[in-house]
């Protein structure tokens, strides 16, 4: 049994290093093997140089620097699928895995010949509460303690089966950093393939500050407009994408959404 993690990096080193240390350490089921291909986006930090030091056995592709989550994630999923494995583990590199997580996410996802996404519910590392994982459109994040399946997710830590690849394919084109993998899970449910989360929390990582960003209501409307329309926020052409992929006859006003809300100041 192959399992590929895919992970991309823009200098986080030392988040990166101890990622990668907590992947090499994951209890594995007898005659399953984890591979790692981490696409580098055009660091500064020498992230590539100490991860040939550290993890020889890690393979290292250079990215552009533009590439971003989602760019660089498509990049890392199209190489390693020339390989063909049984499992890609998305996996981001600011999440601390417990050492059972892939263990556990491999018996919510069953064979690979199963049409089933297994997430984990992932902590924040202060408060302890769920930030990452399963989410109901409805509902929001769910906490471990809830329903097992979901209707999409975030894609921190969740393993896709060989069968969901070859009907789904990878994150969609259209997406630089944010959506893809919200867009990925919902595509999957339209298809009748299911998205299990685990039910107990698998690991922790650090929420992202709203401060600086556009959902910050501190700042003037303008500088959130701007701040909006940036690669790590919801760029309009993408936001238009999403919504006209995945909100049915509602997409026109899902799509004006983020501005009217930045412009009533919420």
Not at 43 to 72: H, K, M, Y
Not at 225 to 238: A, D, T
Request: proline content about 5%; aromatic content about 8%.
């Amino acid at each position: 049994m192959l399992i590929t993690a895919l992970v991309t990096c823009y200098n986080r080193r030392v988040l990166t290093l101890a990622c990668l240390e907590r992947l090499s350490h994951q209890s594995l089921p007898e005659g399953a093997t984890l591979d790692v291909v981490l696409v580098d986006d055009g660091s500064s930090d020498g992230t590539a140089q100490a991860v040939r030091q550290a993890f020889p056995g890690v393979e290292i592709i250079p990215g552009s620097g533009n590439l971003f989550w989602c760019g660089g994630m498509r990049v890392a999923w199209k190489h390693a699928a020339v390989s063909d494995p049984d499992y890609y583990l998305l996996f981001n590199d600011d999440t601390a895995l417990e050492g059972n997580a892939l263990r556990h996410l491999l018996e919510l996802a069953g064979p690979p010949t199963e049409r089933v996404i297994a997430v984990a519910s992932i902590a924040d590392e202060g408060t302890g509460e769920i930030n990452y994982g399963g989410v109901s459109l409805k509902r929001g994040m769910l906490a471990p303690d809830d329903e097992t399946e979901c209707d999409t997710f975030t894609a921190n830590c969740a393993l896709v089966p060989r069968a969901v690849f070859q009907e789904l394919g990878m994150l969609h084109d259209a997406y630089t950093h944010a959506m893809g993998d919200t867009d990925y899970g919902i595509q999957a449910r339209k298809r009748g393939i299911l998205i299990r989360k685990s039910g107990e929390f698998l690991g922790t990582c650090g929420t992202n500050a709203v401060e600086g960003t556009w959902r910050d209501r501190s700042l003037p409307r303008l500088k959130r407009l701007e701040l909006l329309q940036r690669p790590k926020g919801l760029p309009f052409p993408e936001w238009l994408v999403f919504t006209r992929r995945n909100f049915g006859w509602k997409w026109p006003y899902y799509a004006l959404s983020p501005m009217i809300r930045i412009l009533a100041g919420r």
